[in-house]
């Protein structure tokens, strides 16, 4: 059974820090893995998709990278602004046609 | 990409009424999923919509408690069935199409906050 983990749990950190969040997979034959934003009361906001076959996908100041021999991925977030500050959820896809596994999110503060 | 709409947005229901949340997508979708998100929590997967089939129900969750709708590709209704204070909840509209060009990216709505009272 498919588990996702994420830490920290929260993160605060100053404007214009580069800052990395984590997350763990403990089933290695992963589809795809997701990375989502959510604002408070809101539903979620898709940051970036990685298949399987790749290592890293980038848009513009994010960039998360996977590593399905260890179980990891990371979102790697540079020169973060206060408006980056949201709860942050990566999710693990098994097969194109199935569910998806979300881990619990890290909450992200940046102060200005 | 796909833009997913639900209603309502928020609501405040008496205990023990019933709720139907409804769910449009722009574009046709082979999947659509329904999530509930309790307050603090991530999120929670309550069933797989199936078009034209009954819906495929997660642990915990059953269909007399959260009836689920798809008649076509692109429309589902969750209902929320004799709620309780801890129905209390964001749900979750999600879909998903298994194509190359999407990459299988899921989407959300905005979803529905109830509150019962």
């Known amino acids: 059974k498919q588990e996702v983990t994420q830490i920290p749990a929260a993160l605060s950190v100053p404007e214009g820090e580069n800052l990395v969040l984590n997350c763990s997979f403990t089933d290695s034959a992963i589809y795809n893995l997701q990375w989502f934003r959510q604002d408070p009361g809101k539903g979620l906001t898709s940051l970036l998709l990685i298949q399987s076959s790749q290592r890293e996908q980038t848009s513009g100041r994010l960039n998360a990278s996977l590593d399905k021999s260890s179980g990891r991925s990371t979102l790697y977030i540079a020169a973060s602004q206060p408006g980056d500050s949201a709860t942050y959820l990566c999710?693990?896809?098994?097969?194109?046609?199935?569910?998806?596994?979300f881990g619990p999110g890290t909450s992200l503060s940046v102060i200005p | 990409s796909a833009v997913i709409s639900q209603k309502p947005s928020r609501d405040i229901c008496q205990r023990g009424t019933s709720l139907t949340i409804q769910c449009q997508v722009d574009s046709q979708v082979t999947m659509m999923f329904w999530y509930r998100q309790q307050p603090g929590q991530s999120l929670t997967l309550i069933a797989t919509?199936?078009?034209?089939?009954?819906?495929?129900?997660e642990s915990g969750f059953v269909i007399d408690k959260f009836p689920i709708s798809r008649p076509n590709l692109t429309f589902s209704t969750l209902t929320v069935s004799n709620m309780s204070p801890e129905d209390s909840s964001i749900y979750l509209c999600?879909?998903?199409?298994?194509?190359?060009?999407?990459?299988?990216?899921?989407?959300f709505g905005e979803g529905s906050w109830l509150t019962v009272v």
């Open positions: 999710a693990a896809g098994k097969t194109s046609y199935d569910k998806v596994i």
């Open positions: 999600s879909a998903k199409s298994r194509d190359r060009l999407s990459g299988n990216t899921i989407y």
């Open positions: 919509a199936n078009q034209g089939s009954e819906a495929t129900y």
